[in-house]
């Protein structure tokens, strides 16, 4: 399975910028979508942002115009893709935990595509401070 691990976030006043990362390993796989979800305390695990494989944005309307998410490799045939999420004005309602999301399959010369599945990371604070 394709395994994420995140790195950045921390802590910020509120109007500033953080960054996060995403990197997969695991082996060769087809990354048919990946970004990142937050989860406040005692909420649900909402989406942030998400890009596909043919570089389509999905942001969610609160971090619209506020954070940029962005692949560095659209090519499946890589053991290694890595997603970022600019996070700018941040807003105390920001703060939460970041989790790394994937819909992967696996690739193979001479299986093929196969055995779609989903991954996440063990997150990541984001703290913003009024």
């Known amino acids: 399975q394709v395994q994420l691990v995140e790195s950045g976030g921390g802590l910020s006043q509120a109007g500033g910028s953080l960054n996060l990362s995403c990197a997969t390993s695991g082996g060769t796989f087809v990354i048919h979508n990946i970004g990142w979800y937050r989860q406040a305390p005692g909420t649900q695990r909402e989406l942030v942002a998400t890009i596909s494989e043919d570089g389509r944005t999905n942001y969610a309307d609160s971090v619209k115009d506020r954070f940029t998410i962005s692949r560095d490799n659209t090519k499946n045939t890589v053991r290694s893709h890595t997603v970022d999420l600019h996070m700018n004005n941040l807003k105390p309602e920001d703060t939460a935990v970041y989790y790394c999301?994937?819909?992967?399959?696996?690739?193979?010369?001479?299986?093929?595509?196969?055995?779609?599945?989903?991954?996440w990371g063990q997150g990541t604070q984001v703290t913003v401070s009024s």
């Open positions: 999301y994937a819909k992967a399959s696996h690739i193979s010369g001479s299986v093929g595509i196969y055995g779609e599945h989903e991954a």
